[in-house]
């Protein structure tokens, strides 16, 4: 009697772990659908809601210069030399003809002059694919310069080479990650950037962008959980303070979007589009650090999610201590990412400076590096703060009572 007892509880067990196991297989896979279901509607939505703003659009290039495709098909190097700051580049006048393959002039046969400095440099080969600017004055002849390479293959080719990867190792995650990241940077352009652009808050904006995409991706990748919910949940309040922190020290630095390199560009829009100048810096930060918040976020949730399955018997504090001790071997290295990526993105600006023998003073008071401490510091303090909002988040939703 007793082994047929064990036996019938035997079977007992196995038969509750496995509909366990089919009730959470269906209830990520139909997290998975809503979540395709979402996107596709809100993709639709946006593009219908494009079609509607676009006579709302100003243009500043009112010019006649247009920008078509050709290949270059002769080369005279008459007058090149070589530059002496690298022996593998060339400055001086080429005389090219390029056979046009787009546009009013596509299949002619067109000559131009193509001069080739430190800055502007496109050093032209029978077989090289250009991007040709294309002018045609009311009074005179078209007139035809190389503006720069054709590069849409090779990044088309990048892109690919980047999704084999991705597939390779990740396999269906890696397919739902590159589908997260698609639809993140189609809210930013296609919908943030014209929202922004149309006169809302840039700051609402991207905060509304980061709870859509962080939704979204997650959902994907991770089906709907409490560890997703979790990750969600930090992401989200993480990249809020990062607008917060920021505009604390915005307001001590006395920085706004109005101390960018594009200031003269953002005011030509605004006179017709009423552009919020002044967010657009903290809209830029908030974008920018969503990606490193996301990630701890992440982590943080999924690594206390195993801890809880491994020990059920532990409580919440035991649980919160667990995130945090955790958290603390992250916050170091995303720490570095966070500043080494701002620093990096401003390296150029660095070495100028540094070259043309700018003060200590000068340099610390400068617009450019205000803004980098700024941007770099906040992002840090929301990833370090991310750490106990996550794992504060998860150990109340992992020890929820039913």
């Known amino acids: 009697m007793a082994k047929l007892k064990r036996e019938s509880d035997k079977k007992a067990a196995n038969k509750n772990a496995t509909n366990k196991k089919e009730s959470g297989w269906l209830k990520q896979h139909c997290a998975e659908c809503i979540a395709m279901l979402f996107i596709i509607v809100f993709i639709t939505l946006v593009l219908v809601w494009n079609q509607g703003i676009q006579d709302k659009y100003q243009h500043y290039n009112n010019t006649n210069i247009t920008y078509e495709k050709g290949i270059v098909t002769e080369v005279k190097n008459d007058e090149l030399t070589v530059d002496e700051t690298d022996s593998g580049r060339y400055l001086g006048l080429q005389y090219a003809s390029i056979k046009m393959l787009s546009g009013k002039y596509k299949g002619r046969i067109v000559e131009t002059e193509n001069y080739l400095t430190a800055a502007s440099n496109i050093y032209a080969e029978p077989g090289t694919r250009v991007i040709v600017s294309q002018d045609e004055p009311?009074?005179?002849?078209?007139?035809f310069v190389i503006y720069n390479y054709y590069r849409s293959p090779a990044i088309y080719g990048i892109l690919l080479v980047f999704g084999f990867f991705m597939l390779l190792i990740g396999g269906r995650k890696g397919m739902r990650a590159i589908l997260g990241l698609a639809f993140t940077l189609f809210v930013i352009v296609m919908w943030m950037i014209p929202v922004i652009y149309l006169g809302y808050s840039p700051v609402m904006a991207s905060i509304v962008t980061v709870i859509i995409t962080t939704a979204a991706a997650l959902v994907l990748l991770n089906g709907a959980s409490k560890k997703t919910l979790a990750a969600i949940c930090g992401t989200a309040l993480g990249v809020i303070l990062v607008g917060i922190i920021f505009a604390l020290f915005a307001a001590v630095l006395h920085v706004s979007g109005y101390n960018t390199d594009e200031t003269e560009f953002m005011v030509?829009?605004?006179k017709n589009t009423h552009l919020q100048i002044a967010e657009?810096?903290?809209?830029?930060?908030?974008?920018?650090?969503?990606?490193a918040v996301m990630d701890v976020g992440m982590s943080i949730a999924s690594a206390i999610f195993e801890v809880q399955s491994a020990n059920q018997q532990l409580s919440r504090r035991e649980l919160f201590r667990s995130g945090i001790n955790?958290?603390?071997?992250?916050?170091?290295?995303?720490?570095?990412?966070?500043?080494?990526?701002?620093?990096?993105?401003?390296?150029?600006t660095l070495l100028v400076l540094t070259g043309y023998g700018i003060k200590y003073h000068q340099l610390v008071s400068s617009d450019f590096l205000a803004i980098e401490v700024g941007q770099g510091l906040s992002g840090t303090i929301a990833v370090i703060l991310t750490v106990p909002i996550t794992s504060a988040v998860a150990s109340v939703l992992y020890?929820?009572?039913k």
């Open 280 to 291: 657009v810096l903290f809209a830029g930060v908030l974008i920018a650090s969503l990606g």
């Open 326 to 348: 955790i958290g603390k071997d992250m916050i170091g290295t995303m720490s570095n990412t966070l500043i080494l990526a701002f620093t990096g993105s401003g390296l150029s």
């Open 268 to 270: 030509l829009i605004s």
């Open 399 to 401: 020890k929820r009572k």
């Open 138 to 143: 009311e009074d005179t002849e078209p007139y």
